[in-house]
């Protein structure tokens, strides 16, 4: 099985303009979650979406949007960006039981200049 | 809500010397444990996942850990570190969230092997 797949992995953009991350699940896998990860907050949880529908959703503005296709595919947006978006930014997937792995993609790394 | 804590951010050891990263979760009923291992630049790569079918878990380049219970505690071990298990290690926890999968992280240990 192909793993967990993020498209693009390197991004450089200027504060003020937005940016979408895209995310591609393991074949069969309808849970989707993002994290964003930096030096100083570590690994903070976004949201998670599964069958298309935002089941659970941390504590970020609502610059940082997200949806899920009917194929499973997940893509992220920040608008506005700031130089504190500058981040790796994680996407994983599972099937959505609670006992099942979360598999990582290997992350977006965006650079807010 | 669940809660993960690592104890400590920062661990040094001596190649070939014993690996012991903490964590410990807040729960009332057994959980779903994982430890994750991440490599600069890489995304995070399951090390091993305790599911209730036995307390000590084997997982990946000779990492092990025991869910213990009475001390709500999931730690990892290795008995002798090497070079390349110079990583950022996360525990997590996966528990019912009203229905679906909710998954908790620790804050993370960054482990440094000394030569």
Known sequence: KAGVTQTPRYLIKTRGQQVTLSCSPISGHRSVSWYQQTPGQGLQFLFEYFSETQRNKGNFPGRFSGRQFSNSRSEMNVSTLELGDSALYLCASSSGLISETQYFGPGTRLLVL | ?115
């Not at chain 2, 999931?74 to 909710?102: I, N, R, W």
């Open chain 2, 1 to 115: 809500a669940q809660s993960v804590t690592q104890l400590g951010s920062h661990v040094s050891v001596s190649e070939g010397a014993l690996v012991l990263l903490r964590c410990n979760y807040s729960s009332s009923v057994p959980p779903y444990l994982f430890w994750y291992v991440q490599y600069p630049n890489q995304g995070l790569q399951l090390l091993l996942k305790y599911t209730s079918a036995a307390t000590l878990v084997k997982g990946i380049n000779g990492f092990e850990a025991e869910f213990k219970k009475s001390e709500t505690s999931f730690h990892l071990t290795k008995p002798s570190a090497h070079m390349s298990d110079a990583a950022e290690y996360f525990c997590a926890v996966s528990d019912d969230a009203g229905g679906y999968q909710k998954v908790t992280f620790g804050t993370g240990t960054k482990l440094q092997v000394i030569p």
